[in-house]
């Protein structure tokens, strides 16, 4: 039962997928949470993640940020990166989302990767969606009251997560 909020890869960091690797075996598109998976909660879009999107745009891969949030929240994030678009109030872990991020870059399960922080919301969400998901950990340590709650969850789920080797 705790499968289904299982990510495909677990790293310390949305900046050390080694993409490259990940479109030599034909993924074109990324779907990306932005609050604590690319830049503290509520931050703008800093150096690191502008860099990263355009070594991402340079490799040739499609981005979409997929958020919940606002969005003048999203929107000020994308305005900064390059080659990206963005879906806000996205209704995560709902597939619609999922699915319209798909469709915008004109790409099948297959060919996408999510990248996000959280495994209630995110992972779960792409896991439905039959997308795989790579869960990074959170930037920052602060975060709003509800997403600490869920973090004790998920400290349960990734236990036997990890336990299964």
């Not at 604590?36 to 879009?45: C, D, I």
């Not at 305005?79 to 870059?105: F, L, S």
């Amino acid at each position: 039962m705790l499968q289904r909020f299982y990510p495909d890869l677990w790293l310390d960091s949305a900046y050390d997928i080694d993409f490259e690797s990940i479109r030599k075996k034909g993924v074109h598109a990324l779907i990306f949470d932005i609050d604590n998976t690319l830049v503290p909660h509520g931050a703008p879009a800093d150096d690191r993640a502008i860099a990263l999107f355009k070594r991402l745009h340079e490799l040739g891969f499609s981005m979409v940020l997929l958020s919940n949030n606002k969005e003048p929240r999203v929107k000020s994030f994308c305005d900064r990166v390059a080659g990206a678009t963005y879906i806000y109030k996205a209704g995560k872990p709902g597939r619609r989302g999922y699915e319209k991020a798909m469709e915008r870059m004109k790409a099948t399960k297959a060919e996408t990767v999510f990248i996000g922080d959280q495994l209630f919301t995110d992972v779960w969400g792409a896991r439905r969606c039959g997308i795989y998901s790579i869960l990074v950990k959170p930037i920052d340590k602060k975060e709003e009251i509800q997403i600490v709650l869920k973090r004790y969850l998920e400290k349960l789920v990734l236990h036997f997560y990890k336990k299964r080797g």
